[in-house]
Every structure is written in structure tokens, then in C-alpha cells.
């Protein structure tokens, strides 16, 4: 696909290329990946700037996300990804591949830092998910710390640098330049910006409020070396944006997913197959993709967890903004909410007007929604901007557009952003392309599923 960058887009990879360090703090949907690996193949191969570029990730994000974006674009698909993750033994291998772009989780930099100490060979650092390293007390902080010095380049990418108020902010910066903006330490920092409160009785830490003027100060003090983006800001956007989150399994949850559906898809005469009989294999399949399938008893039995972890860790980039979320099998709303009460987010199910008016006025974090139950007349679109999602609507190209609209439509203050779960090699993976398609999803359905049948049947 030719990637042909929107202004903003232009912008930030000019920046990245331009500055030894920046803070690219955009809205997740922005397309922060294709920036920076833009940013990237621009100063490898046309600049000679950099040798090798390590990105910090999400461990979902890490597995797929950096992989599938590179062989997306045109302009990237030279670029050779390499996931740094799994067994000590298989990372290791993977540091010595032949490669442009390595990829490990965030849990794994202080065993990545220990494992070359001297010898760091990164010239260039992305992290993706920057509030990761928000906690100067953190062991990853610390371990990147130690390597600083060796690192000629360094980008941030996160959506809301300060989640939980301008403390966030030190860690952060510190590590773009080295304490030369909020200071040196965060007794410093808080010095300089903060009043420490009045404790209260029994209270056992202290805590600190930004001094009058703070906020902006603080933003005059980065705005050099941070580049930051709302969606709002930029009207040349299209006014609904997709984003496809790719969910990778695990090696246990791919050997289990794999030997279900090749079971389910033998069980199915390819030659004969009804509209009935693929409705429900396209169910099965897509249950399978969720993460957990009904048995003959009607009872949901757990497959993996991969697409739960990848739902969370978008809930994390989003910083607290609303979501809605759509699911299609009440197994996958079960799980959601098991999920979501763990939290400490504002979540219900959608039943009627009362949850309408709720998360219109700002009380709901998450809604989590049948399609079928929002469909003509609902208006969500007061209550957020950002969509997932979760589970399919078996095809309907009808529901899915209808769903779409309870936030794309009169009134909304933003461009909608709505991200799509989708499993890798499932049949996740068909529904949005036939969605995406707007053809005929009968016939796509059908096509599908016999292109897998003989696939089964061949393997």
C-alpha cells in the first residue's frame, strides 16, 4: 500500500529525523507506528543516521503491531522487524539476527540493559507507550537510565504523556534530555512547579499540587523537544478514521486455536455447505478468535486469553478516554466485564435509555454494547469518540456501519476512532476485509470458509 503521509504525519517525521530526541505525544490513531518507521527507514537508508533502532512496546503491541505495519506500506516492506520476546534463549537468538528494527516488551529492557551492559549496540531508542516509563523508581526507568548515554536518538510516543497529573511528565522528559528542562531530579521538579500539600492525620506520603501557572509553564519548558496532538487539532482528517490493532497468539493459544478449528472445519463438507450450516461454523470460528467457544452444554469454555490482553493494553493507550465497545457473544461480554471490574473504571453494559443518558453526560469509562441493540436513532455520540471493536457481527455489513454511527454522526465534537481487534490468521482477519469491502457478505462468507475448509484438508 502507498503510504501518502497526511500534513501532520509529514510533520513529525521531519521532526524525528531533525531532532536527536523527541516527544511525539499523539492521540492513539494518529498512525504513530507508521511515523516512526518512517522516521526510521529515512535515517538508516537515505541519512546513514542510525545503525540499529530498538522499539519498547506493549507485549501485545510487540508481537504483532511493529511486524504488520512495516509489511503494510510500500516504502517499508524492505525494513526487517525482529520480535525480541519469549524464552531467554529465543530472545538471544533474535538479538543476533539480521535485521533494522528490534522490538521487546517493556517488562524485558532491564534484562535487555543487564544482558549487553557496556556493549549497548541501539543507536536509536523508540518508546511506544512512553508513560510506561513514568515512575522514576521503576526498574525499567532506572535500567534505561544506565544506557542513556548511549543512545544518539530517542523518540516518545504516547498519547497522554500525564495521565494521572504533571508528576508523569519528569520521568519522561528526563529521559528525552537529561533533567536540562524540568530538572535534574524529581525533588527538583517538584521544587520548581509543585506545592507540597498539608498532610493529614494518618496520612503516611506526601503529595504535591501544581503552583498557579504550572501547566503552562511546563508546556513552554518542553514545547521544543515535544510535539503533541489531538485529533481536534487537525480538521484535514477524516472525520472517522480506522485503526487495526493485530492480535498475535501465543504459542499455546495458537496450537489450541489451530487444532479447534482445523476439528470444526473437517467436520464440513466444503462441496455442500449451506448458508445455515456456515453461519454456524463462522460463528464457532469467530467465538475461537474471542478467546473462549460454547460447548454442547451451551457453557463457554476458555480457549486463550490473547485478544483480552490486547483489549487492555488498548484501554491503557487510551488514558482514560470513554470507549465504546462492541461485542457480539455474550461470552465475550462476560469476559469483558470480568476484565473491566478490576479496573476501577466506570463500565455497564448497554440496556436501554438510562445507560444512554449516562454515558452521554460522562459517567461511563466503557460501554460495552450488542450492535444489535444500538442500532437506528441512538445518539452516544456526547459520551466519547474512540470505538472498539471486540467481537464481529457475523458479517453484517448493515450493523456494523449502524454501530459505527452511534458515534459518527451530527454533534460530534471529534473525529471518530474506531479500532478493530483482529487475530491473526483467523477468521477475524476475513470479516474485516469483507467489511471493509462492502460486497456481497454472503458470498464473501462462503468463500472464506471454503478456502479455509481446503486448506484444513490439505494441512
Same mark, same amino acid.
Given at each position: 500500500?502507498?503510504?501518502?503521509?497526511?500534513?501532520?504525519?509529514?510533520?513529525?517525521?521531519?521532526?524525528?529525523?531533525?531532532?536527536?530526541?523527541?516527544?511525539?505525544?499523539?492521540?492513539?490513531?494518529?498512525?504513530?507506528?507508521?511515523?516512526?518507521?518512517?522516521?526510521?527507514?529515512?535515517?538508516?537508508?537515505?541519512?546513514?543516521?542510525?545503525?540499529? %533502532?530498538?522499539?519498547?512496546?506493549?507485549?501485545?503491541?510487540?508481537?504483532?503491531?511493529?511486524?504488520?505495519?512495516?509489511?503494510?506500506?510500500?516504502?517499508?516492506?524492505?525494513?526487517?522487524?525482529?520480535?525480541?520476546?519469549?524464552?531467554?534463549?529465543?530472545?538471544?537468538?533474535?538479538?543476533?539476527?539480521?535485521?533494522?528494527?528490534?522490538?521487546?516488551?517493556?517488562?524485558?529492557?532491564?534484562?535487555?540493559?543487564?544482558?549487553?551492559?557496556?556493549?549497548?549496540?541501539?543507536?536509536?531508542?523508540?518508546?511506544?507507550?512512553?508513560?510506561?516509563?513514568?515512575?522514576?523508581?521503576?526498574?525499567?526507568?532506572?535500567?534505561?537510565?544506565?544506557?542513556?548515554?548511549?543512545?544518539?536518538?530517542?523518540?516518545?510516543?504516547?498519547?497522554?504523556?500525564?495521565?494521572?497529573?504533571?508528576?508523569?511528565?519528569?520521568?519522561?522528559?528526563?529521559?528525552?534530555?537529561?533533567?536540562?528542562?524540568?530538572?535534574k531530579t524529581m525533588t527538583e521538579y517538584r521544587k520548581i512547579f509543585f506545592n507540597q500539600d498539608w498532610a493529614h492525620p494518618g496520612q503516611m506520603y506526601r503529595t504535591y499540587s501544581p503552583k498557579d501557572g504550572a501547566d503552562a509553564n511546563i508546556r513552554a519548558a518542553i514545547a521544543d523537544i515535544c510535539?503533541?496532538?489531538?485529533?481536534?487539532?487537525?480538521?484535514?482528517?477524516p472525520a472517522c478514521i480506522e485503526d487495526i490493532v493485530p492480535v498475535a497468539l501465543d504459542g499455546p493459544a495458537e496450537r489450541a486455536y489451530k487444532k479447534l478449528e482445523r476439528e470444526m472445519l473437517l467436520e464440513v463438507d466444503e462441496a455442500t455447505i449451506t448458508a445455515q450450516s456456515a453461519a454456524v461454523l463462522n460463528g464457532k470460528l469467530l467465538q475461537l478468535c474471542s478467546g473462549?467457544?460454547?460447548?454442547?452444554?451451551?457453557?463457554?469454555?476458555?480457549?486463550?486469553?490473547?485478544?483480552?490482553?490486547?483489549?487492555?493494553?488498548?484501554?491503557?493507550?487510551?488514558?482514560?478516554?470513554?470507549?465504546?465497545?462492541?461485542?457480539?457473544?455474550?461470552?465475550?461480554?462476560?469476559?469483558?466485564?470480568?476484565?473491566?471490574?478490576?479496573?476501577?473504571?466506570?463500565?455497564?453494559?448497554?440496556?436501554?435509555?438510562?445507560?444512554?443518558?449516562?454515558?452521554?453526560?460522562?459517567?461511563?469509562?466503557?460501554?460495552?454494547?450488542?450492535?444489535?441493540?444500538?442500532?437506528?436513532?441512538?445518539?452516544?455520540?456526547?459520551?466519547?469518540?474512540?470505538?472498539?471493536?471486540?467481537?464481529?457481527?457475523?458479517?453484517?455489513?448493515?450493523?456494523?456501519?449502524?454501530?459505527?454511527?452511534?458515534?459518527?454522526?451530527?454533534?460530534?465534537?471529534?473525529?471518530?476512532?474506531?479500532?478493530?481487534?483482529?487475530?491473526?490468521?483467523?477468521?477475524?482477519?476475513?470479516?474485516?476485509?469483507?467489511?471493509?469491502?462492502?460486497?456481497?457478505?454472503?458470498?464473501?462468507?462462503?468463500?472464506?470458509?471454503? %478456502?479455509?475448509?481446503?486448506?484444513?484438508?490439505?494441512?
Open positions: 500500500m502507498k503510504f501518502i503521509p497526511h500534513e501532520y504525519q509529514s510533520y513529525c517525521i521531519r521532526r524525528m529525523v531533525e531532532d536527536p530526541a523527541l516527544g511525539a505525544f499523539l492521540e492513539m490513531g494518529l498512525g504513530k507506528t507508521v511515523i516512526a518507521l518512517s522516521a526510521i527507514n529515512e535515517l538508516k537508508y537515505n541519512r546513514w543516521g542510525v545503525a540499529k %533502532a530498538l522499539v519498547v512496546a506493549p507485549k501485545k503491541v510487540a508481537e504483532a503491531t511493529w511486524s504488520n505495519e512495516a509489511a503494510k506500506w510500500d516504502h517499508l516492506k524492505h525494513l526487517r522487524v525482529i520480535p525480541v520476546l519469549g524464552s531467554v534463549q529465543r530472545r538471544v537468538k533474535a538479538l543476533y539476527a539480521h535485521g533494522d528494527v528490534w522490538v521487546i516488551n517493556r517488562e524485558n529492557i532491564p534484562w535487555l540493559v543487564d544482558y549487553y551492559r557496556n556493549d549497548w549496540p541501539f543507536d536509536l531508542v523508540v518508546l511506544d507507550e512512553s508513560t510506561s516509563f513514568k515512575n522514576p523508581q521503576s526498574k525499567r526507568f532506572k535500567a534505561l537510565k544506565l544506557v542513556r548515554s548511549r543512545i544518539r536518538r530517542l523518540i516518545e510516543l504516547t498519547g497522554t504523556p500525564a495521565p494521572n497529573g504533571l508528576e508523569d511528565l519528569w520521568a519522561q522528559v528526563y529521559l528525552l534530555d537529561g533533567g536540562a528542562r524540568l530538572g510535539v503533541s496532538m489531538k485529533t481536534e487539532d487537525y480538521l484535514t482528517l473462549a467457544v460454547y460447548d454442547g452444554a451451551g457453557r463457554a469454555v476458555r480457549v486463550h486469553d490473547c485478544k483480552l490482553e490486547a483489549f487492555s493494553e488498548v484501554l491503557e493507550q487510551l488514558h482514560g478516554e470513554h470507549v465504546l465497545v462492541f461485542y457480539w457473544f455474550q461470552h465475550e461480554r462476560d469476559r469483558l466485564m470480568g476484565l473491566l471490574s478490576k479496573t476501577g473504571l466506570r463500565a455497564r453494559v448497554y440496556q436501554g435509555a438510562e445507560d444512554e443518558q449516562a454515558w452521554n453526560a460522562g459517567g461511563v469509562d466503557v460501554l460495552l454494547a450488542h450492535p444489535a441493540s444500538c442500532g437506528y436513532g441512538l445518539n452516544l455520540q456526547n459520551g466519547g469518540h474512540h470505538a472498539v471493536w471486540y467481537g464481529y457481527p457475523n458479517w453484517n455489513l448493515e450493523l456494523y456501519q449502524q454501530a459505527n454511527k452511534r458515534l459518527h454522526r451530527q454533534g460530534q465534537a471529534h473525529p471518530v476512532i474506531v479500532h478493530h481487534l483482529v487475530v491473526q490468521g483467523g477468521m477475524d482477519e476475513d470479516v474485516v476485509a469483507a467489511l471493509h469491502d462492502k460486497g456481497d457478505s454472503q458470498e464473501a462468507l462462503m468463500q472464506a470458509l471454503k %478456502a479455509r475448509i481446503e486448506k484444513a484438508r490439505c494441512t
